[in-house]
């Protein structure tokens, strides 16, 4: 007759744990109370779930149908109250008894919650589960700042997660630096340096006496009796294992629930894993750990005890607010016979520190770049003699560390992806069981580098090793068939080998033709690369770029005129209106972009048109600069903080004329109102109290998306910068036709913060020099064409009226 299986708790440790059993095919009947109402997920990625990258389903590790297929019982929303050791039972808060022959709590822990006087009330949340995130989202839809009590790991997610929703956010940690149970004090401040440039606030070394407001949080009182405004508040202060059940079952308990080596607690029939455990003394809050004890815990409780758990090395690799950080071993260094080899770079949020004794690793952090992480955990784990000058253990970098051939001499049971617990054991069960050929087969199938990712180099390794000859690299993306290089290739091209046209670049890379999508490409890529000194290619550009008017369904264009931060005056309106009922132009309509478009004009009529306007292009036809929509600010709303009418207009004048990518579209609001939009634009700048926020990568068109944001800053002078270098960046990285949200998140937020607004002050003088020379090389096409066009040609039509339609692109 099957044994009865009971598990109380749904989350990562308890379901790694039950899969690992379930792999042993045991006659089990087996129950999961889950206290939440959700499948199992994946915890590191609650932070995702409060910025908006990802939904609930999206950070499902196990979905119902998983459930199924194994014949597990699951009871969602099921709280267990009681257990009943004598007599095998346990109570759920509806007075069900359920009997087992085997229990597994895997309970994990419960947040810590200071006492602090107003606790209660309204706008003051904890941040653990996916409630908790359901709730601090909705509460960010009427509020401006939140606080933030802890700089723990989670506590910093959470922060990162309000600020993305355009929250001014405030970090207040009662110790001297921040994550002081993962890094140094030196480490610490690296990462606060990184954080407060992204425009997170943080206080140290700060205790929290109260919480102020009349049944709503209205703000945060601290000891030293200084207050932060403040309508939203989230505690993240810490855990302890929730040990509630083990009190009731009499097991014995310390600070966990006390197990041995085969993680069995002090009743023969009772069996604990993850967060609630405490081993040895220790009690472990990270992922890796707690798949360590699964394993061997499947094996005991199934009857094949063999696996002793002998404790994990502490080690910490994850991204905190999109910052890198690794932590393993003794890292503080500050023993007697410990050594320490550092490395520094303040500008660049670099900090690397390997500790070293007896010739011999023990301990390293990591933030910034932590590319060398699973090299110097090896070594910290191997307890390996340092061979090498030290300094060089900084340095040696991942290409060398970590060959297929070093990642292979590891044993079957060492983490590989520490997020979701999968190990190398796994991944190659996987590759040859199911025969994966790519990085992505393996993600789908083992799950393996779908948390922060950066375990996806030891993932590709591994298939490397073992798929051999049916190894699949990941799509290469290359411009065209026609130039078969990526747009990175073609740009250093251009650069060292100083082409000057399209044809150059076809005859020599390329089929010496091209086509209708790649010469368009390359005559982009030029110009950019080479700031405007290029040999401009007519032929090689679409009809709207030939004749600076967007060619329409009938034949005409369209011609919109700029009107900077859509601000016009009385005189350019009667031009308009002139030239409208001159040339018989069939509608004048109002954009959404605060501009007005002359429609239905005769492609022989645009130059004479320009020439009495003598306005400038408005680009509406390119992949270009289009506009910047601007609200009325300070200058005559009453709920305006920033000047964002001149703003728009500095903005859009710095920018106006130059070839993006993509089209890009841009908006600055006077206040968080976001009356012009600005947070679903490519480029927007929103008006706070004492500054602006900087957001990118918005769109609302086909896709709706909120923008996130780029940098927080306090003058108009830091807002402007910053977009320019964001422009400027997405210039020279994004592909052809890649607009700005679809390249921010195909490269992180984070990665964009690092490389523009936090980058090196040579880097971003760089861009900014680049961006300088391209504008001084821009004209208004409008004001030089429609005095000496391109060709004689340029403006007359040949095409007979019933061709048209035919030759019209739909």
């Given at each position: 007759?099957?044994?009865?299986?009971?598990?109380?708790?749904?989350?990562?440790?308890?379901?790694?744990?039950?899969?690992?059993?379930?792999?042993?095919?045991?006659?089990?009947?087996?129950?999961?109370?889950?206290?939440?109402?959700?499948?199992?997920?994946?915890?590191?990625?609650?932070?995702?779930?409060?910025?908006?990258?990802?939904?609930?389903?999206?950070?499902?590790?196990?979905?119902?149908?998983?459930?199924?297929?194994?014949?597990?019982?699951?009871?969602?929303?099921?709280?267990?109250?009681?257990?009943?050791?004598?007599?095998?039972?346990?109570?759920?808060?509806?007075?069900?008894?359920?009997?087992?022959?085997?229990?597994?709590?895997?309970?994990?822990?419960?947040?810590v919650i200071p006492p602090i006087a107003g606790k209660e009330k309204k706008g003051v949340f904890v941040f653990r589960n996916i409630?908790?995130?359901?709730?601090?989202?909705?509460?960010?839809?009427?509020?401006?700042?939140?606080?933030?009590?802890?700089?723990?790991?989670?506590?910093?997610?959470?922060?990162?997660?309000?600020?993305?929703?355009?929250?001014?956010?405030?970090?207040?940690?009662?110790?001297?630096?921040?994550?002081?149970?993962?890094?140094?004090?030196?480490?610490?401040?690296?990462?606060?340096?990184?954080?407060?440039?992204?425009?997170?606030?943080?206080?140290?070394?700060?205790?929290?006496?109260?919480?102020?407001?009349?049944?709503?949080?209205?703000?945060?009182?601290?000891?030293?009796?200084?207050?932060?405004?403040?309508?939203?508040?989230?505690?993240?202060?810490?855990?302890?294992?929730?040990?509630?059940?083990?009190?009731?079952?009499?097991?014995q308990i310390n600070k966990g629930i006390i197990v041995n080596d085969y993680l069995e607690t002090s009743d023969p029939a009772i069996?604990?894993?993850?967060?609630?455990?405490?081993?040895?003394?220790?009690?472990?809050?990270?992922?890796?750990?707690?798949?360590?004890?699964?394993?061997?815990?499947?094996?005991?409780?199934?009857?094949?005890?063999?696996?002793?758990?002998?404790?994990?090395?502490?080690?910490?690799?994850?991204?905190?607010?999109?910052?890198?950080?690794?932590?393993?071993?003794?890292?503080?260094?500050?023993?007697?016979?410990?050594?320490?080899?550092?490395?520094?770079?303040?500008?660049?949020?670099?900090?690397?520190?390997?500790?070293?004794?007896?010739?011999?690793?023990?301990?390293?952090?990591?933030?910034?770049?932590?590319?060398?992480?699973?090299?110097?955990?090896?070594?910290?784990?191997?307890?390996?003699?340092?061979?090498?000058?030290?300094?060089?253990?900084?340095?040696?970098?991942?290409?060398?560390?970590?060959?297929?051939?070093?990642?292979?001499?590891?044993?079957?049971?060492?983490?590989?992806?520490?997020?979701?617990?999968?190990?190398?054991?796994?991944?190659?069960?996987?590759?040859?069981?199911?025969?994966?050929?790519?990085?992505?087969?393996?993600?789908?199938?083992?799950?393996?580098?779908?948390?922060?990712?950066?375990?996806?180099?030891?993932?590709?390794?591994?298939?490397?090793?073992?798929?051999?000859?049916?190894?699949?690299?990941?799509?290469?993306?290359?411009?065209?068939?026609?130039?078969?290089?990526?747009?990175?290739?073609?740009?250093?091209?251009?650069?060292?080998?100083?082409?000057?046209?399209?044809?150059?670049?076809?005859?020599?890379?390329?089929?010496?033709?091209?086509?209708?999508?790649?010469?368009?490409?390359?005559?982009?890529?030029?110009?950019?690369?080479?700031?405007?000194?290029?040999?401009?290619?007519?032929?090689?550009?679409?009809?709207?770029?030939?004749?600076?008017?967007?060619?329409?369904?009938?034949?005409?264009?369209?011609?919109?005129?700029?009107?900077?931060?859509?601000?016009?005056?009385?005189?350019?309106?009667?031009?308009?209106?002139?030239?409208?009922?001159?040339?018989?132009?069939?509608?004048?309509?109002?954009?959404?972009?605060?501009?007005?478009?002359?429609?239905?004009?005769?492609?022989?009529?645009?130059?004479?048109?320009?020439?009495?306007?003598?306005?400038?292009?408005?680009?509406?036809?390119?992949?270009?600069?289009?506009?910047?929509?601007?609200?009325?600010?300070?200058?005559?709303?009453?709920?305006?903080?920033?000047?964002?009418?001149?703003?728009?207009?500095?903005?859009?004048?710095?920018?106006?004329?130059?070839?993006?990518?993509?089209?890009?579209?841009?908006?600055?609001?006077?206040?968080?109102?976001?009356?012009?939009?600005?947070?679903?634009?490519?480029?927007?700048?929103?008006?706070?109290?004492?500054?602006?926020?900087?957001?990118?990568?918005?769109?609302?068109?086909?896709?709706?998306?909120?923008?996130?944001?780029?940098?927080?800053?306090?003058?108009?002078?830091?807002?402007?910068?910053?977009?320019?270098?964001?422009?400027?960046?997405?210039?020279?990285?994004?592909?052809?036709?890649?607009?700005?949200?679809?390249?921010?998140?195909?490269?992180?937020?984070?990665?964009?913060?690092?490389?523009?607004?936090?980058?090196?002050?040579?880097?971003?003088?760089?861009?900014?020099?680049?961006?300088?020379?391209?504008?001084?090389?821009?004209?208004?096409?409008?004001?030089?064409?429609?005095?000496?066009?391109?060709?004689?040609?340029?403006?007359?039509?040949?095409?007979?009226?019933?061709?048209?339609?035919?030759?019209?692109?739909?």
């Amino acid at each position: 007759m099957p044994k009865r299986l009971v598990v109380v708790g749904n989350g990562m440790a308890g379901m790694a744990c039950l899969d690992q059993i379930l792999k042993k095919k045991p006659d089990f009947d087996i129950t999961v109370l889950s206290e939440e109402p959700y499948y199992n997920y994946n915890r590191i990625l609650l932070s995702s779930v409060i910025n908006g990258d990802k939904k609930v389903e999206d950070i499902y590790i196990n979905t119902r149908q998983w459930y199924e297929a194994n014949h597990i019982d699951l009871r969602l929303g099921t709280k267990a109250v009681d257990v009943n050791a004598e007599g095998k039972t346990v109570t759920t808060e509806t007075g069900e008894e359920i009997s087992y022959d085997l229990l597994l709590l895997a309970t994990g822990s419960i947040p810590v919650i200071p006492p602090i006087a107003g606790k209660e009330k309204k706008g003051v949340f904890v941040f653990r589960n996916i409630a908790d995130c359901e709730a601090i989202i909705e509460q960010c839809q009427v509020s401006k700042r939140a606080v933030v009590i802890g700089g723990g790991l989670l506590g910093l997610e959470a922060a990162r997660g309000l600020l993305t929703r355009n929250m001014e956010v405030t970090v207040v940690h009662l110790a001297g630096h921040l994550m002081e149970m993962q890094l140094d004090e030196k480490g610490g401040r690296i990462l606060k340096s990184a954080l407060e440039q992204m425009g997170l606030k943080v206080r140290l070394n700060t205790l929290t006496t109260e919480f102020l407001g009349n049944g709503k949080v209205e703000g945060v009182l601290f000891k030293d009796g200084t207050i932060e405004e403040a309508d939203l508040v989230v505690i993240s202060c810490g855990i302890r294992p929730n040990i509630e059940l083990a009190k009731k079952a009499k097991l014995q308990i310390n600070k966990g629930i006390i197990v041995n080596d085969y993680l069995e607690t002090s009743d023969p029939a009772i069996f604990a894993v993850g967060e609630c455990v405490e081993h040895r003394g220790k009690v472990y809050g990270l992922v890796a750990p707690l798949f360590d004890q699964g394993r061997v815990l499947a094996e005991t409780i199934t009857g094949q005890k063999g696996a002793l758990y002998e404790g994990s090395t502490t080690a910490t690799k994850l991204k905190v607010a999109g910052i890198e950080v690794f932590s393993a071993g003794e890292y503080r260094g500050d023993a007697p016979g410990m050594e320490a080899v550092v490395y520094e770079d303040g500008a660049k949020g670099i900090y690397k520190k390997v500790v070293v004794a007896k010739d011999r690793v023990i301990g390293a952090v990591l933030v910034g770049e932590s590319e060398d992480a699973n090299r110097l955990l090896e070594k910290i784990r191997k307890g390996e003699a340092i061979t090498s000058p030290r300094q060089a253990l900084l340095f040696e970098g991942i290409e060398k560390a970590c060959a297929a051939e070093d990642v292979m001499s590891r044993p079957d049971s060492d983490t590989i992806c520490g997020c979701i617990g999968v190990t190398k054991g796994q991944i190659i069960g996987a590759i040859r069981e199911k025969g994966l050929k790519s990085v992505s087969d393996v993600k789908s199938c083992t799950k393996a580098s779908t948390g922060c990712g950066t375990c996806s180099g030891l993932v590709e390794d591994i298939l490397r090793a073992v798929a051999g000859g049916n190894f699949q690299k990941e799509k290469k993306e290359i411009l065209c068939e026609c130039v078969p290089f990526a747009k990175k290739q073609i740009r250093t091209i251009i650069q060292t080998q100083r082409l000057k046209t399209v044809q150059e670049v076809l005859e020599i890379y390329g089929n010496g033709t091209g086509c209708s999508l790649c010469k368009p490409a390359l005559s982009f890529i030029l110009d950019e690369v080479l700031c405007g000194e290029h040999r401009e290619d007519r032929s090689a550009r679409f009809i709207n770029d030939r004749v600076h008017a967007n060619i329409q369904r009938d034949g005409t264009f369209s011609v919109v005129p700029r009107m900077r931060g859509g601000v016009t005056s009385p005189e350019e309106l009667r031009k308009i209106a002139d030239v409208a009922e001159k040339y018989k132009v069939p509608m004048v309509k109002v954009t959404g972009s605060q501009r007005l478009d002359l429609l239905g004009v005769k492609k022989e009529d645009l130059p004479k048109i320009w020439a009495e306007l003598g306005m400038t292009s408005g680009f509406a036809y390119a992949k270009a600069v289009r506009m910047v929509k601007s609200c009325v600010g300070t200058d005559f709303c009453r709920y305006g903080t920033q000047n964002s009418i001149q703003t728009g207009i500095d903005l859009e004048t710095m920018l106006e004329g130059l070839y993006t990518p993509a089209k890009v579209k841009m908006g600055v609001v006077g206040c968080p109102r976001n009356c012009a939009e600005a947070t679903v634009k490519d480029i927007g700048l929103v008006g706070i109290e004492g500054g602006w926020q900087v957001v990118i990568g918005g769109a609302a068109g086909k896709r709706v998306r909120q923008a996130d944001i780029l940098v927080t800053v306090s003058t108009t002078e830091e807002a402007l910068e910053a977009a320019k270098l964001f422009f400027q960046y997405y210039r020279e990285n994004g592909e052809y036709i890649e607009r700005t949200y679809d390249f921010v998140e195909r490269l992180g937020i984070e990665r964009v913060r690092r490389e523009t607004v936090l980058a090196s002050e040579e880097v971003r003088k760089g861009l900014l020099e680049r961006l300088a020379k391209s504008k001084a090389r821009a004209v208004n096409p409008w004001a030089v064409e429609s005095k000496k066009p391109i060709h004689p040609f340029q403006f007359q039509d040949f095409v007979l009226p019933k061709e048209q339609e035919a030759l019209i692109e739909r």
